[in-house]
């Protein structure tokens, strides 16, 4: 069965680094997620992307933060200069087409430690 | 007010016992429902969705909507310890190019062998 991946599954980084966080959606799904859990909070949209796009980003998605697919099959997530706060489970999601958005397939995630 | 609200236990129920998981929202826009498990560590995993109001069934799974209520429920039949994780509720609009889910806080669910 197709599922999305995401690497690496743990990253470790100093405050101020930048990190990217790489996710391969299924293969045939068209729009693409990026959803954080901070420890013990909900899961939290950040960002949507179609088209080579950005559709949709919340308020946590500031200018710290940028999405691409730099190629047909990776969709990655930048933190220019990481906080502490940024502390998360980050999830990677996608889903395949615009009559199934809300159907959205999870990756495992990636937990990102700011130290 | 929450835009979602999810008691977030934890429960603890019998093996074969019958989980009654529920949330409630505020924003009566939200037209799709979704059901998520999520085993420690793990990414959500996709149960069920419903469209509007109405019930749906899939195997041991049943989901509820009252939307004039807004008040969903996921119950579980026949409760088996692997079902043992947190059910996260998860909903959305139909408004906008697309779908941001909007989470509820998650149910952590024991089943006992």
């Known amino acids: 069965e197709p599922e999305v991946t995401q690497t690496p599954s743990h990253q470790v980084t100093q405050m101020g680094q930048e990190v990217i966080l790489r996710c391969v959606p299924i293969?045939?799904?068209?729009?693409f997620y990026w959803y954080r859990q901070i420890l013990g909070q909900k899961v939290e949209f950040l960002v949507s992307?179609?088209?080579?796009?950005?559709?949709?980003k919340s308020e946590i998605f500031d200018d710290q933060f940028s999405v691409e697919r730099p190629d047909g099959s990776n969709f990655t997530l930048k933190i220019r200069s990481t906080k502490l706060e940024d502390s998360a489970m980050y999830f990677c999601?996608?889903?395949?087409?615009?009559?199934?958005?809300?159907?959205?397939?999870f990756g495992p995630g990636t937990r990102l430690t700011v130290t | 007010q929450k835009e979602v609200e999810q008691d977030p236990g934890p429960l603890s129920v019998p093996e074969g016992a019958i989980v009654s998981l529920n949330c409630t929202y505020s924003?009566?826009?939200?037209?799709?429902f979704m059901w998520y498990r999520q085993y420690s560590r793990k990414g959500p995993e996709l149960l069920m969705y419903?469209?509007?109001?109405g019930n749906k069934e899939d195997g041991r799974f049943t989901a509820q909507v009252d939307k004039s209520s807004k008040y969903i429920s996921l119950f579980i039949r026949d409760s088996q310890p692997s079902d043992s994780a947190t059910y996260l509720c998860?909903?959305?609009?139909?408004?906008?190019?697309?779908?941001?889910?909007?989470f509820g806080s998650g149910t952590q669910l024991t089943v006992l062998p």
């Open positions: 293969s045939n799904h068209l729009y």
């Open positions: 992307f179609y088209n080579n796009e950005i559709s949709e």
């Open positions: 998860a909903m959305t609009s139909t408004s906008g190019s697309a779908r941001q889910l909007t």
């Open positions: 999601a996608s889903s395949e087409d615009w009559r199934e958005l809300y159907e959205q397939y």
């Open positions: 419903t469209y509007s109001s």
């Open positions: 924003n009566s826009a939200f037209q799709y």
